[in-house]
């Protein structure tokens, strides 16, 4: 997973991802579609291929390439665990907010009371 999220921390590459989101394309379809080389394009593919996060697909004189799902299936599932945790604490915000939105006397009865000492 380390590899995939290394991959994608480029932003041509994440854009070449999110691109090949719709479907395979060419090397050149994607270059024209990003505004870039077929250098710079073959490039960032080598790496999204070496973290095998794409698949290529030789058709005579060209190169499709299409997302291969597992890698980010991965990452999915290990976010998965982060959404649930800032689900959890946006819940609580929204209560502590809605409780302290209600007015000064419940606004106040939310404050801690010092402890006495003896």
């Given at each position: 997973m380390l590899q995939t999220l290394s991959a994608l921390a480029e932003p041509n590459r994440l854009r070449i991802v999110e691109l090949l989101r719709d479907g395979?394309?060419?090397?050149?379809?994607?270059?024209?579609?990003?505004?870039?080389?077929?250098?710079?394009?073959?490039?960032?593919?080598?790496?999204l291929k070496e973290a095998h996060?794409?698949?290529?697909?030789?058709?005579?004189?060209?190169?499709?390439y299409g997302l291969a799902a597992e890698p980010l299936r991965?990452?999915?599932?290990?976010?998965?665990g982060y959404r649930q945790l800032w689900s959890e604490r946006m819940d609580q915000?929204?209560?502590?907010?809605?409780?302290l939105t209600e007015g000064?006397?419940?606004?106040?009865?939310?404050?801690?009371?010092?402890?006495?000492?003896?």
């Open positions: 395979p394309r060419r090397v050149g379809d994607i270059g024209e579609l990003l505004h870039l080389n077929q250098p710079q394009v073959s490039k960032h593919l080598r790496v996060i794409v698949e290529v697909e030789p058709r005579a004189q060209e190169r499709i991965e990452l999915s599932q290990w976010l998965e915000l929204d209560t502590l907010v809605g409780e000064p006397s419940r606004g106040a009865s939310l404050r801690k009371k010092p402890k006495r000492r003896k």
